[in-house]
């Protein structure tokens, strides 16, 4: 495209695709609908001219090329039919099968493994069955307006956010294991307040907060896994229902695969951070797995819950802080 239009004057722009709800009048001067001289100029201007290719880099490359040139009020269409449209394609499980095949073969022909010519020709086939996103005059949250947005969900949007109830598991009920006596709710910004191992350090601030539990349905987990059985503050036992997970061992919606396509190769944890973040992301409560062997759940949000042990005894410092904190309005 770069030869043909540095080097001939000319540019070829796709023509057709989904009908556009507002851009879709034949202009009658040239022949084009709006969506069509859109498109024309954004390739010239936001790739053109700064030789930003169609794949996802490119594409806010583009973007952020493009978005110099227009109005506050353009910006929020350029916005939805640009960025909008490559994070759907891109960024979403639309392709994420395909995304991760072609990672894989990228990373054959990196190697040297396997005949070139054979390899190249099936990511063309490949990239010829990507799916593309409909057209929808949509207007997104203004925080992905600056080129330079990190991108993740705004906390005022999160609750609009509903996942399809067929992705996600039937409630059920989670056990607990915790040091402390008398907990009424789990709340999981108290992550690593009791066993703080190696996962604390790896996913602390780069995954959301969390409290694990056990999936225990049929009433039948009397301990934690063997990792834990020795430590002495696991011996406080709660029980509390669990709804909203999404099940990543069936992985209905593709956020696994996803998350696998993307998780930086560098780093082991890569597609564990990026798949909590996405369960986030797509408004599920947390997700369910397998810790130590047994049905495991990791949630997201505050649990209430129900002691199955015996409490302990408050000591008489703890009563004496209550005290104090009830006269501060700390505590009710």
Do not use: C
């Amino acid at each position: 495209m770069l030869r043909d239009v540095l080097g001939r004057g000319n540019l070829n722009v796709f023509a057709g695709g989904d009908k556009h709800p507002f851009l879709s009048a034949v202009d009658p001067d040239t022949g084009l609908t709006g969506n069509e001289m859109f498109r024309a100029v954004h390739d010239y201007f936001g790739h053109g001219t700064r030789g930003a290719t169609f794949r996802p880099g490119g594409e806010e490359l583009a973007y952020a090329s493009h978005h110099q040139m227009l109005s506050p009020l353009a910006r929020i269409g350029l916005l939805a039919e640009t960025r909008g449209q490559n994070s759907v394609v891109n960024y979403t499980p639309l392709n994420a099968d395909l995304i991760g095949e072609m990672n894989t073969i990228q990373a054959q022909l990196a190697n040297g493994i396997g005949d070139p010519a054979t390899l190249k020709a099936k990511l063309r086939a490949l990239g010829k069955e990507f799916r593309y996103a409909s057209q929808e005059p949509v207007v997104l949250p203004p925080e992905y307006l600056d080129p330079a947005t990190q991108g993740g969900v705004p906390d005022y949007v999160r609750p609009l956010i509903k996942p399809d109830p067929a992705t996600m598991l039937p409630p059920t009920r989670g056990v607990h294991f915790g040091r402390t006596s008398g907990i009424e709710v789990l709340d999981p910004t108290h992550y690593g307040g009791g066993h703080r191992g190696a996962e604390y350090s790896l996913v602390k601030g780069r995954s959301p907060n969390r409290t694990h539990l056990y999936l225990d349905p049929e009433n039948v987990v009397t301990k934690p896994e063997e990792a834990l059985v020795s430590r002495r503050f696991n011996t406080h036992k709660y029980e509390g229902e669990l709804s909203d997970l999404y099940p990543s061992g069936d992985d209905p919606a593709g956020l696994v695969a996803l998350a696998n396509a993307y998780g930086p190769a560098k780093n082991s944890r890569g597609p564990l951070i990026e798949f909590e973040n996405l369960v986030r992301d797509y408004g599920y409560s947390g997700y369910a797995g397998k810790v130590g062997g047994l049905p495991a759940a990791v949630s997201f949000v505050p649990v209430p819950v129900r002691q199955l042990t015996p409490p302990t005894p408050k000591t008489e410092k703890q009563l004496r802080l209550e005290q104090w904190q009830r006269e501060r309005g700390l505590r009710p």
